[in-house]
């Protein structure tokens, strides 16, 4: 049943603090598996993809190649109607400019004591981008991966997706051909990301892998992790809908499916200060219910995670967005801007009622890949940050060192670390210090 | 045996690449004890810890409490020098006017669709850290993490630190009372990490974790990320210097032992286009180390693990030095400046003989906690960027949903989930397009 709670009632405390606490997904333990698949791979390299791909995606590589030819994307770009490739490029020009926003920039001063410091960001090298295969394959997620890279200035993006049967959803390659991938291959899961991480015959390695995977992507990642980077790992998403009485029930209700249908432990919460929009809002739910393609998964998850919150006015519901620290945060209210602006934890915030979160998916520009599971508390959705590393700059001059060099030979003394303070000793003393 | 390298040997790229892959460090397996560690203090809290003390550290914190009193930390700072803590102070005072150029900036503007989007960046709410006991509890670090936290605006940032035997060191407790810590627990290892995770009746939970750790800490902030954030497991540590005849060879054997004294697993590489500079640098790293206090492990380290590799000129150094990755990399040559530019991957760069390394590890400003282990390829050292996250943010009025929200239903569509095409669609809808 779908949770309804009172914020004044007496036991809201422990009912709210139930629900933050509800584990919402169980992943198959399969780090053994993913384990042996990784050993695998770098043993074998090439002869191992093509192994597991015909054993999981049924699937002959030795026949097809591994990399996907750019005659095949250009032939499933044509398979695409030209409103879908129109509706990519806004997408890509759009995120494209929100993440140019994006770039930070180095820095290099003299301070009072003559010691030069500052920084400098450089690209990463190389990317690997992890897209799922059948259904699950979006090509809004290539775009959100890639813009932030291509803008970070990232020279190699690597696309590998599994064709389970030898498919591969056309908008997903003509995705990966508009925002400026060149290098795809045909592999998918723990084998894909071993091989995006050590290398084989024909799949260099790169030094970051980033992208959504189900439980055997994610134990790969979590494996691959020092050997090269990767980006957060993805936990079931969720949606926080803040409304007051100007809201349209029915459309908050769209809202709250629209993040429902994502997958079942997708969790769906409505915190108001009208009762009376509550009671609509559940109705016009179980109404769009009834006639959505994916009404099995959104009515799972709405019965099972949804949750109907009335407050007695919005200002309370701002600490209890801080705890939940939704993924997607909405606000559909009179002083919208004012509630939105005091809230320290979200992914994202859409704020009023022109605003769905699916524009954020698609449109908007923002990058649609947020931190999930309350993560928002510690961590920010994927940006152009996550595609450049940052070094730092040190400089003295004998002036300068012998103003501050005294203070590190204490301190390395301090600390037990005598060859530390030596190297700072030897050349005050041939300063004649 | 140090390894010596030419490269223009025939066999150079085969022994670079076994260099790099040579494996510095095996930790020991101590995953499933530290499950268990963190089960029971989610389960008993207090007392959890209050036991783990006793077995662990020999202290009972029943009697001692398990948070240090201020007046303890008043009496350990008065035990310091006072050029001791003059030193902490320039360091504190350095390190502090560096991380202030970091707060990153928010962003609010409208696109030409009349789209409004941005960012805010807000503090984490909390943040633990862990400093190690005994003799590897370095005053220097509590500065380097909780300079760029108070920097971000955290407010509330605690301090675990085991005692073992009831022993802390002075400097570490007067380093966390004048970087402003006000909240320091006496208790240390996985249980100390699980405490600061869930929390426990002294202890309230945070929202990250940082500092460093020995295999247990690494191995529970592995397990409790996702519950709380975590910064990098740092691995053994390294320092490469590229040095041509100009540099001093006395100088370098210094910042080599500097490095190699941290511990067995550290390594120290040269790469120099002066075939007598490495042999005088050899020599002087012999002299050097008979005197030196952690002698022990500095001649393990350098011996197991120190490289010096003779090149034709240092621009043959540049790619080498990009796929070794330093964590340090300190560059002595008449060019420093320029070959330092083009480097790409590296913690942190040194420039010239009057920078030693360690005075990044103390006075420089520069944080020193630093990617290890080839990650800078990937990664950062320490900022306030780790203290801080990003919530997007978007807003749309009727007129721009109706720009953009076409595309939006294109792409929902595409992707199969209709209920995202509705959410959009039944608003388009409601304006009349």
């Known amino acids: ?23 919402r997904e169980s992943s198959p333990d399969v780090d053994a598996t993913v384990r042996d698949i990784i050993e695998d791979v770098i043993a074998r390299g090439d002869e191992a993809l093509i192994d597991y791909s015909r054993k999981f995606d049924r699937i002959d590589l030795a026949k097809t190649g591994i990399a996907v030819s750019a005659a095949e994307v250009d032939a499933a770009e044509a398979k695409c109607s030209k409103e879908q490739l129109e509706a990519l490029d806004l997408a890509l020009e ?3 400019a929100f993440h140019e926003r994006q770039r930070p920039a180095d820095l290099r001063y003299s301070d009072e004591a003559g010691v030069e410091l500052g920084w400098r960001w450089t690209p990463l090298d ?3 981008l992890y897209v799922p295969g059948g259904t699950a394959a979006y090509p809004s ?7 932030p890279a291509k803008v970070a200035g990232v020279k190699r993006i690597v696309m590998v997706v599994p064709t389970p049967g030898g498919h591969v959803e056309p908008l997903v390659l003509a995705a990966a051909k508009r925002s400026g991938i060149t290098e795809i291959y045909r592999v998918g ?3 894909a990301v071993a091989a995006l991480a050590y290398g084989t015959a024909t799949i ?6 980033v992208g959504p995977g189900n439980a055997w992507v994610a134990a790969a990642k979590r494996r691959v992790f020092g050997q090269v980077g990767i980006d957060m790992i993805a ?19 769209a809202d709250l499916l629209a993040q429902a249908e994502h997958d079942e432990s997708a969790q769906s919460i409505l915190i108001t200060d009208d009762a009376s929009l509550a009671e609509a809002v559940v109705a016009a739910v179980d109404r769009h219910l009834a006639t959505l393609s994916r009404k099995e998964i959104a009515t799972a998850s709405w019965r099972d995670y949804g949750a109907v919150i009335v407050t007695k006015n919005l200002d309370e519901a701002v600490p209890l967005a801080d705890r939940i620290a939704a993924e997607h945060l909405e606000i559909i209210s009179e002083n919208a801007e ?82 530390h303070a030596r190297s700072v000793s030897i050349r005050l003393n041939a300063l004649g210090a």
């Open 141 to 147: 997620s290539v775009l959100m991966n890639v813009a």
């Open 338 to 419: 004012e509630l939105g602006a005091r809230v320290n934890n979200a992914g994202a915030i859409f704020i009023g009622g022109y605003t769905p979160e699916a524009i954020g998916d698609y449109v908007g520009g923002s990058n649609h890949v947020l931190p999930t599971a309350r993560s928002a508390r510690f961590s920010s959705g994927l940006s152009v940050l996550d595609f450049v590393k940052r070094t730092s700059i040190l400089k003295c001059d004998a002036s300068s060192l012998l103003a501050i060099g005294g203070a590190a030979v204490t301190l390395g003394k301090a600390e037990g670390l005598t060859a």
């Open 235 to 253: 936990g079931p998403s969720e949606v926080l809908i803040l409304a007051d009485k100007t809201a349209n029930p029915d459309w908050i209700a």
């Open 94 to 96: 759009r995120i494209a």
């Open 189 to 191: 899961g723990a084998q």
């Open 1 to 23: 049943m779908t949770l309804r709670l009172d914020a004044s009632a007496p036991d809201f405390e422990t009912q709210f603090k139930t629900m933050l606490s509800m584990k």
């Open 204 to 209: 260099a390695p790169v030094a970051k892998i």
């Open 126 to 128: 190389s990317v690997g």
